[in-house]
């Protein structure tokens, strides 16, 4: 399924079946702003805005923020949020690994848990630099996916895997996966540090927020059947079914009840580039 198909699909439901909520993201809107020492003048872009779950803050606070999306139903999500389209923000729908804007047009840059869906890395992040302004930041943020949702994630993903056609492994295949997934985002991580401290950029990295989720295996239950995820389209919706069928015994027998609540820590994590030096901690209000 292509990338704006899903995010077409799953629009409606996208901001619930995240564990990031409107309170957090003011607070690490607080943590941006002081950051990158933002004026009322400073101009934010995100590729691949989706919703505006990241950048709503900024919106409402009145600074400049342009958002792109390859999903135009993302960005009707969006737009309801603030019952329309406000002065201060710019909605494009397009390809986020293009920018379709000059040189020099924007004091920050911030990409969340975007950049693993970029096909040329290289030529996304040269985007970037070039449309970052002289002593511009670039904000690569990862939402940590809490460890109790990650073993959740783990259960899934071992059970669908026995509806998808796997090489023969001597590791078990949700461990395998989950050893892939995190070798890749190290691999990525050193690739994206290594090519932009080439360019000059001064690096550093912060945790902006800590946060307990909470959720009934129930309530994580349903954003499966309702395929919140991009795992979720990796097999027909035949196989799918079957899957959701097998998943939701297996939850039974395993938390003993649907209704039971399983708690653990998120991180908003930020890795800040800059042509300047970075301070080691942000500044005080």
Known sequence: MNKNNYYDKISQIYDQTRWLTESIADEVADFILNLVFATPKTSFLEPGVGTGLNVIPLVKRGYSVTGIDISEQMLNQFRQKLNGTPENLTLVH??????????????????????????????????????????????????????????????????????????????????????????????EKRDLEQYLHEKGYQSNYFVAKEWTVTNTIAELLDFYKSRAYGLCWQVSDEEYDKVIIEFEKFCIQHYDSLERVISSEAKFEISAYNLQQLPSSPPND
Not at 154 to 159: G, P, Q, S, V
Request: proline residues 6%; negative net charge; hydrophobic residues 35%.
């Open 94 to 187: 397009a390809d986020a690994s293009q920018l379709p804007f000059e040189d020099n047009s924007f004091d920050v840059v911030l990409t969340v848990h975007m950049l693993h869906t970029v096909g040329d890395r290289q030529i996304f992040l040269d985007e970037i630099d070039r449309v970052l302004k002289p002593g511009g930041y670039f904000l690569n943020c990862q939402w940590i996916t809490p460890p109790a949702r990650r073993e959740f994630e783990a259960y899934f993903r071992a059970i669908q895997s026995k509806y998808k056609n796997y090489p023969p492994e001597s590791k078990s295949q949700d461990k395998a996966i989950e050893e892939r997934d995190l070798e890749q985002y190290l691999r």
